[in-house]
């Protein structure tokens, strides 16, 4: 991800505005900021201060604290953006169940299921089932199931799917979409590749939407900032999140690029 170094990695961050020289934004203003290539190519999150584009920067909504944004983090952000979308292109609970791909975040679930939806999540580690039950999953799928080539059309299982892992979980999860269904892709986790064919588009009606967390406009921003406040549980943000300081923050990348780290990783860049 990184474009040229030296780089402060960090591609989100939470804090106060100590000065500003951008029309909406003053002293003491409360803000959080996505993607934007920061931590690319741009100075990012993982400091104590960060001189920004005021474009790229939106309110903090009141219900949450720094640290309980970060908790959410980009991935809930961009979860907020897939449930938004699966809603603005007409899925609703009573079509059936929908399907959440590499889903130990939790952020899609629990947006969904305060939403109505049935929710199954998909994940590798099957020690995570309860804690994704307790976040409102009803089913728990061994991610397995998902990751190697399939037909081209399988069975009819889902009204919606949200999928970060792409290549061939985003195949099949696509083959197994209902009639008239929506697919929101988000994320490449397995690959980049998509190894599909046109069947499930052209004889089913499914749809399928790209996600894009990186340049999306203030106003799509602010309304998944709203949803969140809006929808999901603070207090499920405890089961989501773990913190470290900023000194363990290499260690804590170890863990997570292992796959070892269920949820948010909160760097407080004060120790």
């Given amino acids: 991800?990184?474009?040229?170094?030296?780089?402060?990695?960090?591609?989100?961050?939470?804090?106060?505005?100590?000065?500003?020289?951008?029309?909406?934004?003053?002293?003491?203003?409360?803000?959080?900021?996505?993607?934007?290539?920061?931590?690319?190519?741009?100075w990012g999150g993982l400091a104590q201060r960060a001189r920004l584009d005021g474009d790229w920067l939106v309110p903090l909504?009141?219900?949450?604290?720094?640290?309980?944004?970060?908790a959410i983090g980009t991935a809930g952000y961009t979860a907020s953006l897939c449930v938004g979308a699966l809603l603005e292109h007409g899925i609703r609970p009573e079509q059936g169940e929908i399907l959440v791909t590499g889903a130990t975040g939790g952020v899609a679930i629990a947006l969904l299921t305060k939403a109505g939806?049935?929710?199954?999540?998909?994940?590798?580690?099957?020690?995570?089932?309860?804690?994704?039950?307790?976040?409102?999953?009803?089913?728990v799928l061994d991610r397995a199931e998902f990751s190697e080539a399939g037909r081209p059309l399988q069975k009819e299982r889902w009204a919606g799917v949200i999928d970060s892992v792409g290549s061939h979980t985003l195949a099949?999860?696509?083959?197994?979409?209902?009639?008239?269904?929506?697919?929101?892709?988000?994320?490449?986790?397995q690959g980049m590749d998509f190894p599909a064919s046109v069947a499930p588009f052209i004889l089913r009606g499914v749809s399928l939407l790209g996600i894009d967390s990186v340049r999306a406009p203030r106003t799509?921003?602010?309304?998944?900032w709203d949803r969140l406040a809006r929808d999901l549980d603070v207090d499920a943000l405890e089961a989501i999140a773990q913190e470290v300081g900023l000194s363990e923050?290499?260690?804590?990348?170890?863990?997570?690029?292992?796959?070892?780290?269920?949820?948010?990783?909160?760097?407080?860049?004060?120790?």
């Fill in 1 to 42: 991800m990184v474009r040229s170094f030296p780089m402060v990695p960090g591609i989100d961050l939470a804090g106060v505005v100590t000065d500003s020289a951008h029309a909406d934004w003053h002293k003491g203003d409360r803000v959080v900021l996505n993607g934007w290539g920061v931590g690319e190519n741009h």
């Fill in 61 to 70: 909504p009141p219900a949450f604290t720094a640290r309980q944004a970060m």
């Fill in 117 to 139: 939806f049935t929710v199954a999540a998909a994940t590798g580690n099957a020690s995570q089932a309860e804690y994704l039950q307790q976040l409102g999953a009803v089913t």
């Fill in 172 to 189: 099949n999860a696509c083959a197994q979409t209902r009639y008239g269904g929506t697919v929101a892709a988000c994320g490449l986790a």
């Fill in 220 to 224: 799509v921003r602010t309304t998944a």
């Fill in 249 to 271: 923050a290499i260690a804590a990348a170890g863990r997570l690029m292992k796959g070892e780290v269920r949820g948010r990783v909160v760097v407080d860049v004060n120790r």
